[in-house]
C-alpha cells in the first residue's frame, strides 16, 4: 500500500528537544530532537534506527507524552498528546516497552499486581481486571504459574514478556518499543520479536520498534527512519533503505554494523569512523557533516531539506541521488 491510501496514525511537524546545559551561556543546548518531521501510519511497523545519542529516546518519550518538546507537539489520531485535555485519554491508546523489563516492574509487587495496577487506574473493577490479565498472559504465552511471582524470580524473557502484557492491555493503537530485546539472549529475542509480530496482526497495532540492530530493525520493519544527531537522514520503505540507500550515513550505518547482512559482503563499504559530534553547536548544517567522506563546504552551511528519492523514500543530502554508492 502506498503511503498516500494510508491513515495518519502518529503525525509530528519540526519537533524539536533541546537540553539546556548549565555551562556555555542561555542558549547553549543539547540539540536532541532537532527539526523532526515524520508520520507514522496506521498498521505500520516504523523502525528507528541510529547510532547510541542521536535522539531516539528523547522522540520515543515526546511521543508517549513523558517529555515536553521544546517546539511543536505530536499529534496521534488528530489529537495532541500534550493537550491536558486529550492526554488521559491518548496515553489509553498507547503502550511502551523499553529495554530493562526489571527497572519497569514493581520489585516488592507480584506480576499480578504488576498487571492490576493500571488497569485500576482505568476503571476496571476486580473482576473484569482478573478477566484481561488471564487473557492477556495467554495471549503471549504468560503462564497463569509465573502471575504470583515476583520479577526477580522471572527471567528476563519472562520479565519482557510481563512488560509487554502490561503495555497491550488496555489494547493501544500504538506500541512504542524502544530496545525491547536487546537485554535478551539471543534465542529468547528471536521468540519475542515472533511474538511481537504476531501480537500485531492479531490487534492491530502500529509499531514504533527501536534499535541499534539492524538485523532486528530490518526483519521487523515495514518503514525504517535512521536518525543522526538528532535529525531524520532518511526515510523509506525497508527492502529499498537496504539495498537502494541514498544517504551517506546510512550507508555507513549498514556496512559498518556487525555482522555484515550477506548482500554487502562483496561491496564497497563506508565504515564509520570517529564518534558522534557534540549536538551543542548552533544547528547549521548537516549534522553527519563532520564525519561525512563526500562533505561540501554547502554541508556545514546550509541544513539539507529532505528529498524525495523515490516513491516513498527521502533523504536529507544535498548529494541524494547524485553519489554512487
Ligand atoms: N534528560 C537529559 N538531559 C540532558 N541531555 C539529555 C537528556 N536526555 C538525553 N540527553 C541527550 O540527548 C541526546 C540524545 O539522547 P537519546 O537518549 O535520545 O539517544 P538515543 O538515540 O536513544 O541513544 P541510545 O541508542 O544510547 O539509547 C544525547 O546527547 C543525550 O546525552
Ligand atoms: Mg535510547
Not at 548549565?22 to 536532541?32: F, L, S, Y
Request: with cysteine.
Amino acid at each position: 500500500m502506498s503511503s498516500k491510501e494510508r491513515e495518519v496514525l502518529v503525525q509530528i511537524d519540526h519537533l524539536k528537544k533541546f537540553f539546556p546545559l548549565r555551562k556555555g551561556g542561555k542558549n547553549a543546548a543539547v540539540r536532541a530532537v532537532d527539526d523532526v518531521s515524520i508520520n507514522i501510519y496506521k498498521g505500520e511497523t516504523l523502525g528507528l534506527v541510529g547510532e547510541s545519542g542521536s535522539g531516539k529516546t528523547t522522540l520515543a518519550k515526546m511521543i508517549l507524552g513523558l517529555l515536553p518538546p521544546t517546539e511543536s507537539t505530536v499529534m496521534i489520531d488528530g489529537k495532541d498528546i500534550w493537550n491536558k485535555k486529550e492526554q488521559k485519554e491518548l496515553r489509553k491508546q498507547i503502550g511502551a516497552v523499553f529495554q530493562d523489563p526489571a527497572s519497569s516492574l514493581n520489585p516488592r509487587a507480584t506480576i499480578y499486581r504488576s498487571l492490576e495496577r493500571p488497569l485500576e487506574v482505568h476503571g476496571y473493577s476486580k473482576e473484569e481486571a482478573k478477566k484481561l490479565i488471564y487473557e492477556t498472559a495467554d495471549r503471549i504465552n504468560l503462564g497463569h504459574e509465573l502471575l504470583d511471582r515476583f520479577p526477580h524470580e522471572l527471567s528476563g524473557g519472562q520479565q519482557q514478556r510481563v512488560s509487554i502484557a502490561r503495555a497491550i492491555m488496555l489494547q493501544p493503537q500504538l506500541l512504542v518499543l524502544d530496545e525491547p530485546t536487546s537485554a535478551l539472549d539471543v534465542s529468547v529475542q528471536a521468540q519475542t520479536l515472533n511474538e511481537l509480530l504476531k501480537l500485531q496482526e492479531t490487534y492491530g497495532m502500529t509499531y514504533l520498534f527501536i534499535t541499534h540492530n539492524l538485523s532486528v530493525v530490518r526483519y521487523m520493519s515495514d518503514r525504517i527512519c535512521v536518525m543522526y544527531g538528532g535529525q531524520v537522514m532518511e526515510i523509506g520503505n525497508t527492502a529499498e533503505i537496504y539495498a537502494d540507500f541514498k544517504h551517506p550515513y546510512t550507508f555507513g550505518l549498514i556496512t559498518s554494523a556487525p555482522p555484515i547482512h550477506p548482500s554487502f559482503r562483496n561491496r564497497k563499504k563506508n565504515l564509520l569512523d570517529g564518534e558522534m559530534p557534540s549536538l551543542v553547536g548552533d544547528g547549521k548544517g548537516c549534522a553527519f557533516a563532520s564525519r561525512c567522506k563526500y562533505c561540501q563546504e554547502i554541508c556545514r552551511t546550509q541544513r539539507p531539506e529532505m528529498k524525495q528519492v523515490g516513491e516513498e523514500h527521502f533523504a536529507a543530502c544535498h548529494f541524494a541521488g547524485e553519489i554512487e554508492f
